[in-house]
């Protein structure tokens, strides 16, 4: 196995996951593995199947064949509202946040899968739901703390800037206390600070809330950054796998790259 | 809930409580009507306003809460206080049953499904079957409860009262089910639902039990309806009905909760107004309304009232940081409130 040994057990498998729509097969047999405590990058050219292995993860695309593994039960018996349960948090490509709420309910929201009062016990106020509110508010007050959106807690998420909804999403998908955070080209948009600060913020997400990070990413300085190891994707299928260094060097990522630039 | 706010609500009450003293029985009547669907408008916009599934066939709902009432006291001498717990329940179920293959609808598709459920409504319940039961054409005729325990009421004024009790019960329940994490995942269904489910929501379940509670609301309402109006007849919950609804929803503001008072006095005095203004196109008056109205309020009544007292707040306070109120931001405001 490649990677840094010095990380936990098996989180993540996958294992020869297939997806075809019609005539396209946006993945063909994909596998490997991720670690926990690891910060795993996933790239490749345009329409090379990223986003379709995330929209797996999250059970939003069905999988044609293949088994995933997630902290040691299979992922594909899981339906799709609990998978924010089973501990996989993410952010989306395209933003899809709650567009009339405010940052604070989007994060608040986060906190769903985290918490169980239901129908009747909201309508007639049953003790135990303030008490969960509480907590709720208190968690998503932290991150919202964590990613400096304190001044625009209240504001409503559609009238901020597209670097401040990015953050929300984070936030939102941090409230889930993930054990493994997808993240679907974060830094996409964002201007070369916002970069580099980027890259600081997910390895403290790793390092301080021991959250493992599977990263989409075309901004290859920052993969190659923060990655311990770097999966490599090209028209459905895995070309490469290894240390940021060696995928780098890899004759058919580069001519996967280099034929993208043509 | 501000201490302005909750000021205006206990000034509100009283207002409320004084009313019946002041005006006709007739008028006693109207508004014991207005809190009838500003129950019914509640359970309408619990679905459309905050959960985004269109409804166009709601009457239905209502229809078979009047009809539940009806029957349980003309046919099984039920008291008519113990009539809505059971209507409630019975629309509860029909509501969460439909709602179910209703799921695989979306927006427009949804509308046209609950229109048929609402054209076919008068029909069912003149079906010659259940006759025996509903009364047929004829529908059925109940009698005014008196006001209990010796209470210097009249029948009219008591049962403004009750009603505006259950109405108060009902708003409750209803502000605390929107005010925390139910509330909070309705309206992320409606503004994103693939994000809300990859959030943990499970979609199907919160979008069936919304039904299920919306139809429970506008069925009470029926139930209340039928009580206070005495008669319940199949030609009374025609597909107009369904149609007043949502308007009522629309004016009074969707996603707010005071917006269904406001809508139901629109619909409930509206068309009386413009039947008074002509005998002979009064539906024509009532559309110009229609129309002057969500020109002038395009978030609904609630809106314009609520960016009015902003507007009153600022100056007061001469505006410190946060109270420039925008209308998107207002909307954030009625959406978590
Ligand atoms: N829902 C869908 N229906 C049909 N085809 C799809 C669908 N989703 C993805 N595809 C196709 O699958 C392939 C992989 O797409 P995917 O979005 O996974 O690429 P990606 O690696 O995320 O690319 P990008 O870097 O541009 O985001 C593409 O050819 C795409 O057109
Ligand atoms: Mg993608």
Redesign the pocket.
């Known amino acids: 196995m490649q990677g840094d040994t010095k990380n936990g057990k098996c989180l993540l498998a996958v294992n020869d996951v297939s997806v075809h729509?019609g005539g396209?097969v946006?993945l063909d047999g994909i596998s490997f593995d991720v670690h926990s405590g690891q910060i795993v990058g996933l790239i490749?050219p345009?329409?090379?199947?990223?986003?379709?292995l995330f929209n797996c993860l999250s059970r939003l695309y069905p999988c044609d064949t293949g088994k995933i593994d997630f902290n040691g039960s299979p992922l594909l018996s899981i339906p799709r509202h609990g998978i924010a349960q089973a501990g996989i948090g993410r952010t989306f490509?395209n933003l899809a946040l709650f567009r009339t709420m405010s940052v604070l309910d989007n994060v608040m929201l986060g906190c769903h899968s985290r918490t169980s009062s239901g129908f009747f016990a909201n309508a007639v106020r049953l003790p135990r739901v303030p008490l969960e509110e509480i907590a709720s508010t208190a968690k998503a007050g932290e991150l919202i703390a964590f990613l400096e959106l304190g001044g625009v807690a209240q504001a409503r998420v559609s009238d901020l800037p597209f670097g401040t909804q990015k953050r929300v999403e984070l936030a939102r998908a941090l409230a889930s206390e993930p054990k493994l955070l997808l993240l679907d080209e974060p830094a996409s948009g964002l201007n070369h600070e916002e970069v580099s600060a980027l890259g600081a913020l997910i390895r403290h997400i790793r390092d301080e809330l021991h959250v493992t990070v599977l990263l989409v990413e075309?901004h290859m300085s920052l993969v190659m950054s923060v990655s311990d190891k770097v999966v490599a994707l090209n028209f459905g299928r895995k070309i490469a796998e290894g240390t940021p260094a060696e995928v780098q060097k890899h004759p058919e990522v580069i001519q996967a790259y280099l034929g993208d630039a043509q | 809930m501000s201490r302005n706010k909750l000021i205006f609500l206990v000034v509100l009450v009283l207002v409320a409580c004084a009313l019946p003293f002041l005006v006709s029985n007739y008028r006693v009547f109207q508004f014991t009507l207005v809190l009838v669907y500003a129950i019914a408008l509640l359970g309408l916009n619990l679905l459309t306003g905050y959960n985004g599934q269109i409804s166009l066939g709601h009457g239905a709902f209502y229809a078979i809460g009047a009809y539940t009432a009806a029957i349980l006291m003309d046919k099984f001498g039920f008291p008519y206080w113990a009539t809505l717990p059971i209507a409630g329940a019975v629309c509860l179920v029909v509501g969460f049953l439909f709602g179910l293959p209703a799921l695989r609808l979306e927006g427009i598709y949804l509308a046209l499904a609950t229109f048929a459920l609402g054209v076919s409504m008068p029909q069912l319940l003149k079906y010659h079957h259940l006759e025996k039961w509903t009364g047929g054409v004829q529908g059925i005729v109940i009698t005014k409860p008196d006001a209990p325990f010796g209470l210097p009421l009249n029948p009219d004024q008591w049962l403004y009262f009750f009603t505006l009790v259950v109405m108060l019960l009902m708003f409750l329940f209803a502000w605390n089910l929107l005010r925390g994490r139910i509330g909070r995942a309705l309206i992320a269904i409606r503004d994103h639902h693939v994000a809300a489910e990859a959030m943990g929501v499970n979609t199907s379940i919160y979008k069936s039990l919304t039904f299920g509670v919306s139809a429970l609301y506008t069925g009470i309402a029926g139930a209340l309806g039928a009580i206070a109006v005495q008669f319940v007849a199949p030609d009374s919950f025609n597909i107009f009905l369904s149609i007043v609804f949502l308007v009522g929803i629309v004016i009074g503001g969707l996603a707010s909760i005071p917006g269904a008072i406001y809508g139901a006095i629109f619909i409930q005095f509206i068309p009386n107004i413009a039947d008074e203004l002509s005998k002979a196109a009064p539906w024509a008056i009532f559309g110009i309304f229609m129309i002057g109205f969500v020109y002038a309020m395009p978030f609904g009544i609630n809106g314009a009232i609520r960016m009015l007292l902003a507007r009153f707040g600022r100056k007061a306070q001469t505006g410190g940081p946060g109270s420039t109120i925008t209308e998107s931001s207002l909307k954030t405001k009625e959406a978590s409130q």
């Open positions: 729509f396209i946006a490749g345009n329409g090379a199947g990223k986003t379709t490509q075309h």
